[in-house]
């Protein structure tokens, strides 16, 4: 896609598909590592909820449907979904190579129309994609709906997503970082100015956890868990359907 072109939630997916190469690594670097342990707590936050099926939602390049699969037991089923088949793609690459890609069905679907019957999974697991998926999203309802229909009651979607600090000044200091440095790493590693420019400005005004209760709650979901990460530049969720 042009370099150019603003991004909205509209036309997320080629911009996805457009920064695959360097993905992780940017990851990485934009924490200074820490989202590797971000991601572990994701991981066990999604297995103590001992599921028998479970949803790796916005997958990306699968490291939350790899590692969940490569500690579970041999039961649990798991999916991974995503809508840029190259994030696919990349994601079968690292099953294949942690030799985990005969235990996980990939599918390229939209969240905002999901695949799957009602009450289908016990855990729908998203990790650092339920911004992209409600922030300036013409559809954050329906994917908000798609995720409490594919539940079944008593199911939990658990998140690992990019938060507002509640201290004013950790918060100042929290966007003064994401302004300035997350930005121009992320376009000096990649090249893509316009995919960078909204990742930091989505970062910048995603909601904080007071504002996503009211959110989640509206959207008919029966409890909302709160968990901060270093001190609340992300968090950890638990909605409870
Ligand atoms: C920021 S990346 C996160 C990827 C991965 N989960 C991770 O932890 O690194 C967001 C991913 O969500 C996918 N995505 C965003 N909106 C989506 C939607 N509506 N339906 C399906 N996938 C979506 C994007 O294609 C991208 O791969």
Not at 8 to 24: A, C, K, Q, V
Not at 220 to 235: H, I, M, S, T
Request: glycine letters at 8%; a positive charge; one cysteine or more.
């Amino acid at each position: 896609m042009s370099k150019n072109k603003e991004i909205t939630g509209e036309n997320l997916s080629p911009m996805f598909s457009g920064i695959i190469r360097h993905y992780d690594l940017i990851n990485h670097v934009f924490t200074w590592g820490m989202d590797i342990g971000w991601r572990r707590k994701l991981v066990d936050e999604c297995l103590k909820l001992k599921p028998e099926k479970f949803l790796d939602l916005g997958c990306g390049t699968g490291d939350l449907a790899v590692n969940v699969t490569r500690r579970a037991d041999e039961r649990l089923q798991v999916s991974a979904c995503d809508f840029s088949r190259e994030m696919l793609a990349a994601a079968a690459r690292k099953a294949r190579k942690a030799g985990v890609d005969d235990k996980i069905l990939f599918i390229h679907a939209d969240a905002a129309k999901l695949p799957f019957s009602d009450n289908y999974f016990d855990c729908v697991g998203i990790s650092f994609a339920f911004r992209n998926m409600l922030y300036k999203n013409p559809a954050a309802k329906d994917h908000l709906a798609e995720i409490l229909r594919v539940l079944r009651p008593g199911g939990s979607c658990v998140v690992a997503e990019t938060s507002q600090p509640r201290h004013k000044t950790i918060r100042a200091l929290h966007h003064f970082y994401v302004r300035i440095y997350v930005y121009a790493i992320g376009l000096l590693i990649s090249g893509d100015s316009a995919a960078y420019k909204y990742l930091t400005e989505s970062t910048l005004n995603f909601y904080g956890p007071d504002e996503l209760k009211k959110i989640i709650i509206a959207a008919g979901f029966k409890e909302f868990f709160y968990r901060p990460l270093f001190f609340g530049a992300a968090g950890i969720y638990r909605l409870l359907k």
